[in-house]
């Protein structure tokens, strides 16, 4: 729930019309996580349902909620109640009303499985394993022209994701302090969007892929810079920001909108990572003066200021956690998923990750393009994120590099990423691959969905829709799109049922072909497809179950079900 909705509920705390639905969800909620004993609810269950939910106990959301428990525990305690005391803490129905109040809608879609990855136990264990299967990779070498990251260790393996609904979980180092370098450069360029619009930015920068080195001194054929991911397309973005303000104003300018992408997270700076840019920026240097020469810069723009701008951006500290969730507002149309704040525009956002679809990774943009097919940015401190338009964004932290200049760990991921997950870009949600998952389906979602084709092609006789489906058997069970085929309906009827009331011999002899449990399956109202069969008149069918029936029991059949009986 956004600020603008939980501030609508808060306005209008005292209108009647809205309390009962609140009151009846809170109830419901409570009464899931009773202790029938002592007839309360316990916060630390609670904390740990909404954590295997994805939702974070130090989420910006449910803080006022905290706040409430933690006053009331303090006005019903002779000593001041500790954060773990608190967490701790056992409220009674009434109480547990007056504390959730607004957050209750939060708190009610994560439970129901409403956020925009249900089964995010599921989700993140596949990310789990991805991110442990590349813990031992010792390919690449650090970025050493900056002698501040020189000294990173090669050991440090961090990630961390957080959905458009805020669902969060980070992996290894992802509480480690970085510079963002590059990775500032998408933001950096969104901002300008957003304060100058696309067509004033786009008369001094491109929108083209380069092909060329990163930091190479050349411009496009309207003698441009080829885009703003690249050096020199970055160095003129920075000069466009707040130019009637001074350095530090400016400065302080952008690292704010970057703590409004940031909701609250890790965003601060690192001066001597600046000071060293600043001593090794020989090439940064020759780009600014090439363009200056060809007057790419706005007119009376300092190159001096526009570059110690430039290489404040690139010395902006933060960790995979702060931007994955920096990551997960570009991801979310430039809303801020922790506290619903609009940081900037959807067609800022927009613009932004086509760039950094066709040009964020460095010379490996368009193989990333081809095999990831994602909108990426990486940077030389090891840094990359990684959008998912419409349901997350990951960071990724590893500071080995390849010869291109990007992460070899955050590739690798980025590569298993969409071998698990159908996120490439082309990806077709309706004729997947079967290993790919779509985490954004319930569990048994599919499932039914899966069932209802196979009652429908039952229903209407579609022996060639089965087949086409691939019905796949195996010793243990017949798997239709992952449906067992003696999957039942709402009235416990299976397929052969259908067959067998539709007298659809050929239909009711391909499926007994298949058929592996007991034959005479009873629905709801007791009924089995041969009494169907001998209501309508289906003769054929009659016999087919009948022998089917006697074909079970000479394997054994009866015996396995007294068996299990």
């Keep these: 729930m956004g600020i603008i909705d939980r501030e609508r509920l808060s306005s209008v705390d005292s209108v009647s019309s809205h309390r009962p639905p609140i009151t009846h969800t809170a109830d419901f909620i409570f009464d899931l996580y009773r202790d029938p004993e002592t007839d309360t609810l316990s916060i630390a269950a609670l904390r740990k349902a909404l954590y295997e939910c994805g939702i974070c106990r130090d989420d910006p959301r449910l803080a006022e909620f905290f706040r409430k428990v933690q006053r009331l525990e303090r006005r019903d305690s002779t000593s001041e109640p500790t954060a773990r005391e608190t967490l701790n803490a056992n409220l009674d129905r009434d109480t547990f009303k007056k504390c959730v109040d607004a957050d209750i809608g939060l708190i009610e879609n994560a439970l129901k499985r409403k956020l925009v990855i249900p089964d995010w136990i599921k989700f993140t264990s596949v990310i789990s394993q991805i991110f442990q299967n590349l813990r031992d990779c010792t390919e690449g070498k650090i970025a050493d022209y900056i002698p501040q990251l020189a000294r990173s260790s090669p050991q440090y393996w961090g990630c961390a994701i957080c959905t458009i609904d805020g669902q969060r979980r980070h992996w290894g180092d992802a509480k480690l302090p970085f510079c963002l370098q590059s990775v500032s450069k998408p933001f950096t360029y969104a901002i300008a969007l957003e304060e100058l619009g696309a067509e004033e930015v786009h008369q001094f920068v ?249 009652m429908y092609a039952a229903k209407a006789g579609d022996i060639s829709a089965l087949q086409r489906q691939q019905i796949i058997y195996n010793s243990k069970q017949s798997i239709l799109l992952g449906a067992n085929i003696h999957e039942r309906d709402y009235d416990q009827r299976t397929v052969l049922h259908l067959a067998a009331a539709e007298g659809n011999e050929r239909l009711l002899e391909f499926l007994l072909h298949r058929w592996k449990e007991d034959p005479e399956p009873e629905d709801r109202y007791g009924r089995k497809p041969i009494d169907d069969a001998k209501v309508f008149g289906r003769k054929k069918c009659v016999e087919l179950l009948q022998k089917a029936m006697e074909n079970y029991l000479e394997k054994g059949g009866e015996k396995d079900a007294e068996q299990k009986t």
Excluded: W
Aim: include cysteine.
């Design 206 to 454: 491109g929108q083209e892929p380069s092909g060329r080195l990163f930091n190479e001194i050349c411009l496009d054929h309207n003698k441009k810079p080829h885009n703003p991911m690249i050096n020199a397309g970055a160095i003129l973005v920075a000069s466009l920001l707040k130019r009637n303000l001074s350095l530090s104003e400016r400065f302080d300018f952008v690292l704010g909108q970057f703590k409004k992408f940031a909701s609250g997270g890790y965003v601060g700076f690192n001066n001597a990572v600046f000071l060293s840019e600043r001593e090794t920026a020989d090439r940064n240097y020759a780009l600014s003066y090439y363009m200056r020469e060809h007057k790419c810069f706005p007119e009376n723009t300092s190159i001096q200021d526009t570059l110690d701008l430039y290489f404040q951006l690139c010395s902006i500290e933060t960790n995979a956690e702060t931007l994955a969730v920096m990551a997960a507002t570009l991801a979310n149309g430039g809303v801020s998923p922790l506290t619903g704040e609009q940081v900037v525009a959807n067609s800022a956002v927009r613009d932004t990750l086509s760039l950094m679809y066709s040009c964020g990774m460095y010379d490996y943009s368009g193989q990333f393009a081809f095999s990831v097919g994602l909108p990426a940015k990486s940077g030389v401190s090891g840094d990359m994120i990684i959008v998912v338009p419409n349901i997350l964004g990951i960071c990724l932290y590893s500071p080995p590099l390849d010869s291109l200049g990007n992460t070899i760990r955050g590739v690798k991921f980025a590569e298993q990423l969409i071998q698990n997950f159908n996120f490439h870009n082309y990806d077709s949600l309706v004729h997947t691959e079967l290993h790919k998952i779509d985490p954004r389906r319930h569990a048994n979602e599919s499932k039914h969905e899966s069932v209802s084709n196979m």
